[in-house]
Structures are given as structure tokens and as C-alpha cells.
């Protein structure tokens, strides 16, 4: 069914938003069947059509960024997840979407996990994780409630 959205977007509206969306609906069902590498191929052009129309600091092309990290994280990608999220979209997330946003929260998540599951890290990078997943968990509480779903995840992320 994506397939056939994804065509018909393709036809009548190739330099539409729709057309992002559509790819991008389509890059998370191929993440959600198990096939990331497919995935990110789809989400690095999406993303780059992304910030050509819109800009590094629209709010859905960061969430696009965001979509990126989680297939790099997938594939064990640590050194490009930990650098296009540190250099390129947390500076951006904070800058257009705020420290608390949701999606701001979820890169610094997403960047603590790259820097924690990264066999090569040293004990200072283990510790800047385990920092940033502490400042993660104490606002997405304070945002959210300490019941929230992602700020419980957020916490078994950090134990």
C-alpha cells in the first residue's frame, strides 16, 4: 500500500512535502521490517531534499535527522550517528526547537546511546553519556511527568 502511495506521490506530486512524507512513512516501514540499510538510503535523500526546500532548522527536517541517527543506531553506525548528531542536529534542535522539545530530547537520548554503545569509547566519553542521558531524564520528567513513556524509556535507558 506504501508502495502504491509512494508511486502515485511520485507521478503527480515528485517536488510536493507529500512527497517527503510519503518517502519518509515508507523509510519507517522499512526500518519496522527489519531492513535499516534500505531504510537510511531512503532517509539521507528525503532528509537532503529536506534541508534544500526547507532548511537545517525546520522542525520536521530535524525530526528527519532524527529518523537518521535511529538507523545508524540500528546498524551500529556509532562514529556517523555521534557526529551528524552532535555537529549537525542537536545545534540546530536547540537552536529552532528548544532544550525541551521532544525531538531535541530524543537526539540527546539518541546520542548518548551512540556514545555508551560504541566499543571504542573511553571512560570519559561512558561518563558525557551517562551526563547527557541524566539531563535527558531529568527534563523530559519535569516536561512530561515522571510517567510519561519516554520518560520512563528514557530512564531504563540510563540504568
Same mark, same amino acid.
Not at 9 to 16: A, G, K, M, T
Not at 35 to 51: C, G, N, S, T
Not at 70 to 76: I, N, Q, Y
Given at each position: 500500500?506504501l508502495?502504491?502511495?509512494?508511486?502515485?506521490?511520485?507521478?503527480?506530486?515528485?517536488?510536493?512535502?507529500?512527497?517527503l512524507?510519503?518517502?519518509?512513512?515508507?523509510?519507517?516501514?522499512?526500518?519496522?521490517?527489519?531492513?535499516?540499510?534500505?531504510?537510511?538510503?531512503?532517509?539521507?535523500?528525503?532528509?537532503?531534499?529536506?534541508?534544500?526546500?526547507?532548511?537545517?532548522?525546520?522542525?520536521?527536517?530535524?525530526?528527519?535527522?532524527?529518523?537518521?541517527?535511529?538507523?545508524?543506531?540500528?546498524?551500529?553506525?556509532?562514529?556517523?550517528?555521534?557526529?551528524? /548528531? #552532535? +555537529?549537525?542536529? !542537536?545545534? @540546530?534542535?536547540?537552536?529552532?526547537?528548544?532544550?525541551?522539545?521532544?525531538?531535541? =530530547?530524543?537526539? *540527546?537520548?539518541?546520542?548518548a546511546?551512540?556514545?555508551?554503545?560504541?566499543?571504542?569509547? /573511553? #571512560? +570519559?566519553?561512558? !561518563?558525557? @553519556?551517562?551526563?547527557?542521558?541524566?539531563?535527558?531524564?531529568?527534563?523530559?520528567? =519535569?516536561v512530561? *511527568?515522571?510517567?510519561?513513556?519516554?520518560?520512563?524509556?528514557?530512564?531504563r535507558?540510563?540504568?
Amino acid at each position: 500500500v506504501l508502495e502504491a502511495n509512494l508511486a502515485l506521490n511520485r507521478r503527480y506530486w515528485s517536488h510536493d512535502e507529500n512527497m517527503l512524507v510519503a518517502q519518509n512513512n515508507y523509510s519507517i516501514c522499512l526500518d519496522d521490517l527489519g531492513r535499516p540499510d534500505e531504510a537510511l538510503v531512503i532517509y539521507r535523500a528525503v532528509y537532503a531534499k529536506m534541508v534544500a526546500n526547507f532548511g537545517v532548522s525546520h522542525e520536521r527536517t530535524i525530526h528527519m535527522g532524527n529518523n537518521i541517527a535511529g538507523s545508524m543506531l540500528t546498524l551500529r553506525l556509532w562514529d556517523d550517528c555521534k557526529h551528524f /548528531t #552532535r +555537529d549537525q542536529l !542537536l545545534p @540546530a534542535a536547540r537552536r529552532s526547537l528548544g532544550p525541551d522539545h521532544n525531538i531535541t =530530547l530524543g537526539l *540527546g537520548q539518541n546520542l548518548a546511546i551512540a556514545i555508551e554503545q560504541d566499543p571504542e569509547s /573511553t #571512560r +570519559d566519553d561512558k !561518563l558525557e @553519556a551517562e551526563t547527557i542521558m541524566q539531563d535527558v531524564v531529568r527534563r523530559r520528567r =519535569l516536561v512530561f *511527568g515522571p510517567t510519561h513513556p519516554d520518560a520512563v524509556q528514557a530512564e531504563r535507558t540510563l540504568s
